[in-house]
């Protein structure tokens, strides 16, 4: 297994010299998730841009037997996303982007770094919005609510994350890239 140091080497072929954070300084910010009580840096953060660039990050970390934690705004009460000190921190912060909104159809299509309120303030020109509410909807991520199945104060009614989504596209841990669930 690579060390600290041996990480920018080992993705410098796959990310831009300042997605890959290395220092103490660079990791600080995250060393935990929502819930502060635990801590701990771990060797890298990566922050890919690309679908393609998280595919390969994650064959070179089977490739030499890195744990992965992947994480969206670090939100999370629940350790869900919480780093770990021998393993690389894929923060999908990047893949920030609303590629539609089908007020029609009544969805949206979003990458996975999307917060939950810029969803629903993209759908409200629509007089649509994303139910599922947690009390973080201002920080926390579509991806995130998924992995973490959120709800908030709206689920009685609307249900939880898994009640409001149609398709989902991920990459599974050998890196392949596998879409659930169809758009309508």
Same mark, same amino acid.
């Given at each position: 297994?690579?060390?600290?140091? @041996?990480?920018? &080497?080992l993705f410098?072929?796959?990310?831009p010299?300042?997605?890959?954070l290395?220092?103490a300084?660079?990791?600080? #910010?995250?060393?935990?998730?929502g819930y502060?009580?635990?801590?701990?840096?771990?060797l890298?953060?990566?922050? #890919?841009e690309t679908?393609? $660039?998280?595919i @390969?990050i994650?064959?070179?970390? $089977?490739?030499e037997?890195?744990?992965?934690?992947t994480?969206? &705004?670090?939100?999370?009460?629940?350790?869900?996303? %919480?780093?770990?000190?021998?393993? =690389?921190l894929?923060?999908l912060?990047k893949?920030? %982007?609303?590629?539609e909104?089908?007020s @029609?159809?009544?969805?949206? %299509?979003?990458?996975?770094?999307v917060?939950?309120?810029?969803?629903?303030?993209?759908?409200?020109?629509? !007089?649509?919005?994303? &139910?599922?509410?947690?009390?973080?909807?201002?920080?926390c991520?579509?991806?995130?609510n998924?992995? @973490?199945?959120?709800?908030g104060?709206?689920c009685?009614?609307? !249900?939880?994350?898994?009640?409001n989504?149609l398709e989902?596209?991920?990459?599974?841990?050998?890196?392949?890239? =596998?879409?659930?669930?169809s758009e309508?």
């Open positions: 297994m690579p060390n600290r140091n @041996e990480i920018p &080497a410098s072929g796959l990310l010299k300042n997605n890959i290395t220092s300084e660079m990791l600080r #910010p995250y060393e935990c998730d502060t009580a635990y801590k701990s840096l771990p890298a953060v990566l922050l #890919p679908t393609q $660039q998280v @390969e994650v064959k070179a970390c $089977q490739r037997s890195l744990p992965i934690v994480q969206g &705004a670090g939100t999370g009460l629940s350790g869900g996303a %919480h780093p770990i000190s021998n393993g =690389i894929l923060n912060s893949f920030n %982007h609303i590629l909104i089908n @029609e159809l009544q969805y949206a %299509h979003v990458e996975s770094g917060r939950n309120l810029a969803t629903s303030e993209a759908a409200s020109e629509f !007089g649509l919005y994303y &139910a599922p509410d947690p009390s973080s909807q201002i920080a991520t579509i991806a995130s998924i992995a @973490e199945n959120s709800g104060v709206y009685l009614k609307y !249900g939880l994350t898994l009640h989504l989902i596209t991920f990459v599974t841990i050998d890196g392949d890239l =596998i879409t659930i669930g309508c």
